[in-house]
């Protein structure tokens, strides 16, 4: 009895995903085996070879295996140029497989021909290999279709969650195809190609049996769009009007329900890592917006074994979906990728709500503070932990009030500092909400900056002695937030609405106090400088000077001696102009 040959070579990686590390490469009679250091491991059936390819690769060469129908490659790197002729006998005389040299493309060009072969997008030089594309790595596929900008079809990729930080890899690639071709319809060259790919990729092609459930018509705040979620056993795809996106279940760290503070939306977040890419903006959180009192219905296409399972977490769930939508997807997230849904604590607002307003930057919407997080919604979504936060820094807390910046008097501003050197400003927080806050802070043992006493703050700058018209106030306010979110609209200036018609109202009451009688302070000034003879009509204007200083203040005392001041020197000019008009009068008669 003969042992069987077996041929083994050394630090060879699949190239790919698990790229990060070597291995060991054995051939043998029935096939190859591949196993690498971190214990991944991958075999070939001899009889499924259809082509076997050498490639040179930098120092190195690469061996291409296509499997029959196309249906999958692999691709081995880190052999020696001496290893082909031992290669190349043994597939031959096992696996009835030639071994073919494949001459890449060197010139550097970066236009050609582009196609698909079998399961790979192939791009070609002069007829040359320049580079190819496996169509399982590519996470969305979008015509790009803006002002100036027609003919683009833009590749992105999925990220890679076993290479190191440090290792760099593609995560975008963008192709120009020149106008003309096309299908001979409505669609143009560029359409063609990317509904070419999308037939052939894993973005959009799955069979209904495939599916879980569909939830159609989400509403997505960021990135922004209304998409339909297709939910799938390890993934789940978001078809929108012109941008896909593929996320793995893996990726999903957190999932967040949050009400919004007028009771008549919720949040749905879910947090992902690796993030999202849209162009050159990442998103870290999906940020959904529901409606309450917006029945959807779904249904779930899953086995009873299935069933079952899901049911060890989610005990109420059925087949058949009925009910609100922000409760439907948290049911579905948690059955499938058994994480836990993540709901508001114990804080409570001065208004009794879940969360505060405040802004980040220009962007106005609520910090929710959880039960180990804050989370600031929407734009941008933040989430930070209270065991990532070094200080909190409490600003704008000593500032009296003055007439004129209500503003500075009705609010105040946290500034959250992280271990890692990263600040977080929120701004604007109505001065009602410091003293829930402050005992927040307290309670998870936050280090705070710069606290104010609550007796010191002179009442609440906001309420004006009025609870219930405070909170009518914060309510529209938040209402309006919601408003402007639905319209997917980010400017709101309610705040500076009213202080507008605050300061227009005072500019009024000045123009009264000073205006309904400009000569009496010009005539009580006049009466004393001159020393009339009629006291009795200096007494009056004195007495009535001396009320407006107490009620007023020096600084009105001194606009009316700038007024009166103003007007002896306007009947001093008039008086020269007319004695010098006098005199030249009189000289032109003398000399004529």
């Known amino acids: 009895m003969t042992s069987e040959e077996v041929h083994q070579f050394n630090n060879i990686w699949l190239s790919g995903k698990n790229s990060a590390s070597t291995g060991v490469l054995k051939i043998n009679s029935h096939g190859l085996g591949w196993k690498n250091k971190a214990g991944a491991s991958e075999t070939i059936d001899g009889s499924l070879l259809q082509t076997a390819n050498w490639v040179r690769t930098g120092r190195t060469f690469q061996v291409e295996l296509i499997m029959k129908g196309g249906v999958a490659t692999m691709r081995f790197d880190g052999f020696k140029e001496t290893d082909h002729d031992l290669i190349q006998k043994f597939m031959k005389q096992h696996f009835s497989v030639d071994l073919t040299r494949i001459d890449l493309a060197t010139q550097g060009f970066n236009w050609g021909e582009a196609e698909i072969t079998g399961s ?60 003309g071709g096309g299908d001979g319809g409505e669609l143009n060259s560029a359409q063609a190609f990317q509904q070419e790919i999308l037939s052939k990729s894993d973005v959009t092609t799955s069979t209904n049996a495939a599916k879980l459930v569909t939830l159609p018509d989400v509403q997505v705040l960021g990135p922004r769009g209304r998409f339909d979620f297709e939910m799938h056993s390890s993934f789940m795809k978001l078809h929108g009007k012109t941008f896909d996106f593929k996320v793995l279940y893996s990726n999903i760290t957190r999932l967040f329900q949050l009400p919004h503070p007028t009771q008549n939306q919720v949040f749905v977040v879910i947090s992902l890592d690796p993030p999202i890419r849209h162009g050159q903006t990442r998103y870290p959180h999906l940020v959904l917006l529901y409606n309450i009192d917006s029945p959807v219905t779904a249904k779930l296409n899953v086995t009873d074994e299935q069933l079952e399972k899901f049911r060890e977490k989610v005990p109420d769930l059925d087949r058949e979906l009925n009910g609100e939508g922000y409760d439907i997807i948290c049911k579905v997230f948690k059955a499938i990728t058994g994480k836990k849904v993540t709901l508001p604590g114990t804080f409570k607002s001065k208004q009794g709500a879940t969360a505060v307003k405040c802004s980040v930057k220009a962007f106005e919407g609520f910090l929710y503070p959880l039960e180990r997080s804050l989370f600031f919604i929407y734009k941008p979504a933040i989430h930070i932990r209270y065991e990532d936060i070094s200080l909190v820094e409490l600003a704008r807390m000593a500032e009296p009030a003055v007439a004129g910046a209500a503003g500075a ?111 009496d302070d010009e005539d009580a000034g006049s009466g004393d400088a001159d020393g009339a003879d009629d006291s009795d009509d200096d007494e009056k204007p004195k007495k009535k000077t001396e009320k407006r200083k107490a009620e007023d203040g020096g600084s009105q005392s001194k606009k009316a001696r700038s007024d009166a001041g103003s007007s002896k020197k306007e009947k001093s000019a008039k008086k020269e102009k007319k004695e010098k008009k006098a005199k030249k009068e009189k000289k032109d008669k003398k000399d004529k």
């Open 120 to 179: 790979t997008l192939q791009f070609n030089v002069e007829g040359k290999r320049a580079f190819e594309i496996p169509l399982s790595t590519i996470s969305q596929c979008a015509h790009q279709n803006t002002a100036g900008v027609k003919h683009d079809v833009v590749l992105q990729f999925e990220q890679d969650d076993t290479g190191n930080d440090e290792n760099e890899s593609l995560v975008e690639i963008r192709f120009y195809v020149p106008p």
């Open 409 to 519: 008097a009705k609010s105040f501003d946290i500034i959250v500092n992280l271990k890692s050197n990263v600040q977080h400003v929120f701004t604007n927080i109505p001065k009602a909400e410091y003293e829930p806050l402050l005992q927040l802070m307290q309670d998870k043992n936050l280090n705070v900056k710069n606290l104010v006493s609550t007796a010191g703050l002179g009442g609440d700058a906001e309420s004006d002695g009025e609870p219930e018209v405070s909170q009518r106030r914060a309510a529209s306010q938040a209402a309006s937030i919601g408003k402007k979110m639905m319209a997917e609209a980010d400017d709101d200036d309610d705040d500076s609405e009213d202080d507008d018609d605050f300061q227009e109202k005072e500019e009024e009451d000045v123009s009264e106090e000073y205006d309904s009688q400009p000569e």
